[in-house]
């Protein structure tokens, strides 16, 4: 495979269990985003990695923890879900020089009853 | 604050011209860009301009940059109904890896 996979593509889930959205990519990107899309909202960033063994919050965070064990992966984790994290969630990498593209994964589709 | 605006939503004709509008935040970024998410699928980069640059074309896509103003447009000649998707303009805040985007634009292209 060449690119960015996530799973699952899309989920149910009861409000107050824990999920993990699985995200893996194959370019050796140092660099891996979540974002969540909302209707009106855009793309708003919940937390990056700027390298394997790091992470930092974007702009949502609350309610959602990441971790960075190699450089392919990139698993976000809702530890309790409520309603609101219903959303289209998004994994991104970009190799951090040059132009600094940002290659998107197809999307997790989440809804929280 | 760290808001890129855009309209959003644009209806044009086929064969007509679009030009989609955003005005971004940091003076400083290096580079600015411009996404197209078609439905049910990630976004992909359509086109990026550097920000030395004022203008770019790239066959049916020109992007102009306006620094003192920050604003960016991105230009589609003779539209297609293929073109019908939600364009994203996006900023790296200089001296970090965050991205900022825009709401996103949805083009609607009436045939």
């Known amino acids: 495979i060449a690119g960015i996979t996530q799973a699952p593509t899309s989920q149910i889930l009861a409000a107050g269990r824990r999920m993990t959205l699985r995200c893996t990519q194959d370019?050796?990107?140092?660099?891996m985003y979540w974002y969540r899309q909302d209707l009106g909202l855009g793309l708003r960033l919940i937390h990056y990695s700027n390298t394997a063994g790091t992470t930092g919050k974007g702009e949502v965070p609350d309610g959602y923890s990441v971790s960075r064990a190699n450089t392919d992966d990139f698993p976000l984790t809702l530890a309790s879900a409520v309603p609101s994290q219903t959303s289209v969630y998004f994994c991104?990498?970009?190799?951090?020089?040059?132009?600094?593209?940002?290659?998107f994964g197809p999307g997790t589709r989440l809804t929280v009853l | 604050g760290e808001d890129v605006e855009q309209s959003l939503f644009l209806s044009v004709r086929e064969g007509d011209s679009s030009v989609i509008n955003c005005t971004y935040t940091d003076s400083s970024s290096t580079y600015l860009y411009w996404y197209k998410q078609e439905p049910g699928a990630g976004l992909q980069l359509l086109t990026y301009i550097f920000s030395n640059m004022d203008m770019k074309q790239d066959q049916r896509l020109t992007v102009l940059l306006n620094k003192k103003d920050k604003h960016l447009s991105l230009r589609i000649a003779d539209t297609q109904t293929g073109d019908s998707a939600i364009y994203f303009c996006?900023?790296?805040?200089?001296?970090?890896?965050?991205?900022?985007f825009g709401t996103g634009t949805r083009l609607k292209v009436l045939a």
């Open positions: 991104a990498s970009s190799d951090s020089r040059g132009v600094d593209t940002q290659y």
């Open positions: 370019m050796r990107h140092n660099a």
């Open positions: 996006a900023e790296i805040l200089s001296g970090t890896y965050k991205y900022i």
